[in-house]
């Protein structure tokens, strides 16, 4: 059984009528065993009392940014402190304005600062009624949010508190627990002080001014590694391709778009990593020739050249030190593993991730990935499907356990 023992957690409460649930969630999770600090927006208290959740948590609760008491200087940096303290930070209910906000990077109350200072998972609980929460605009800060790489809990159909019944209803205390324990089960900070560096997304191989030649490929395995490893303590860079995807300022990014430019970045960057994870899906060929300028609708048949781009694994090989980590990702759709073995030798990698994007839920594009992982020492291992932050999770346990 997960417990959650030790583990701290920022509990944010926002002005809807689900506040009261958030009671019995605290109730929960100090039972449970973790340390609980509640926040709440000005909004909030005009629905519950800070002293019930400083009851129930056994802390004082945060309403202001600016404490009545004067305090010295370190604790006037209480937001960057409680920030870092915390293993994870849930917010429920999460208003349509506070989602809004958070989307936008606004911090203009004790929460909305504390999540802009965080270097934890963040999961938001939204309730609002069904108009409000299906409002364009919230879908999309909802939509933006997750390609961040935010946790959501989405709400739940039935009885709201205007009297209708719809969608816009909190998720039940009992399934934000689990979700809280799913996602903290991988918080702890086992990383600290490893240097990770991570290609993602697609490569384009330019045919023109105007056109390239790119593939599936979101990113989204690569940012999930990325978030994955910060929430772990490590120090993380990512080398990515063309995508829509964006990260917290604490990870270094640097953006590529063909494999020359991605091979170039990574030359650069291995010397300084203790692993590197390589999850893009660079492109194996580009066009012989660069048209300088676009090419003219005016043949029946056009033909481009292809030629081989320089294998990223292949070259970083030559240079790896014995306590370096290399970890390959192999898409395969027949042979996976015969195939992926191959590679794994060939790459002198220490660890292939095998993905088929012909099953349902793997691969590119979509929120999920089912998994192989092969080792050097020759042990296969198979993994449920999952959200491609699990996976990321169950990928850095296994880079653990090389050591072991
Ligand atoms: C009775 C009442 C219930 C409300 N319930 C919700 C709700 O469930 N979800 C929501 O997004 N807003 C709700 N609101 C509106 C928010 O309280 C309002 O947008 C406020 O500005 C939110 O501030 P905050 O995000 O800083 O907490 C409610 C307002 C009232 C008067």
Known sequence: MITLK??????????GIAAYKSCYLVRELVKLGAEVR?????????????LTFSTLSRNEVIVNIFPEKKVNTKTSTWHIDLARWADLFVIAPATVNTIA????????????????????????????????YLSQSNQKNIADLKLQGVYFLETEYGELAS??????????????????????????????????????????????????????????MGQALALAAFYRGADVTVITGPTHLSYP???????????????DAVKKQFPKCHIFISAAAVADYKPKKVSPSKLKKNKTKLTIELIENKDILKE?????KRNQIVVGFSVETENEISNSKEKLIKKKLDLIVINNPLREGAGFEVDTNQIYILRKDGTL????????????????????????
């Not at 030790?6 to 002005?15: E, F, M, P, Q, R």
């Not at 300022?249 to 091979?263: C, G, H, N, P, Y």
């Not at 970083?316 to 790896?320: L, N, V």
Request: aromatic content about 4%; hydrophobic content about 40%; overall charge positive.
């Open 249 to 263: 300022s604490q990870i270094k990014v640097i953006k590529v778009k063909t494999a020359d430019e991605m091979l």
């Open 6 to 15: 030790t583990k701290k957690i920022i509990l944010g409460v926002s002005g």
């Open 101 to 132: 906000k958070i989307k936008n990077g606004i911090a203009d109350n004790a929460l909305t600062t504390l999540v802009s200072a965080r270097r934890c998972p963040l999961l938001i609980v939204p309730a609002a009624d069904e108009d409000m």
């Open 381 to 404: 291992k198979q993994f449920p499907k999952k959200f491609k932050i699990d996976v990321a999770n169950d990928i850095l346990n296994e880079i653990k356990n090389l050591n072991e």
């Open 316 to 320: 970083i090989s030559k240079s790896k």
């Open 38 to 50: 509640v926040v709440l927006t000005p909004s909030a208290c005009e629905f519950i009392s800070p």
């Open 163 to 220: 009297g209708l019944t719809g969608f816009g209803r909190m998720a039940e205390v009992d399934l934000i627990v689990e979700k809280i324990k799913s996602i903290i089960s991988n918080s702890h900070k086992d990383y600290l002080k490893k240097k990770i560096l991570i290609t993602s997304g697609p490569t384009y191989e330019p045919i023109d001014p105007v056109r390239f030649i790119g593939n599936r490929s979101s990113g989204k």
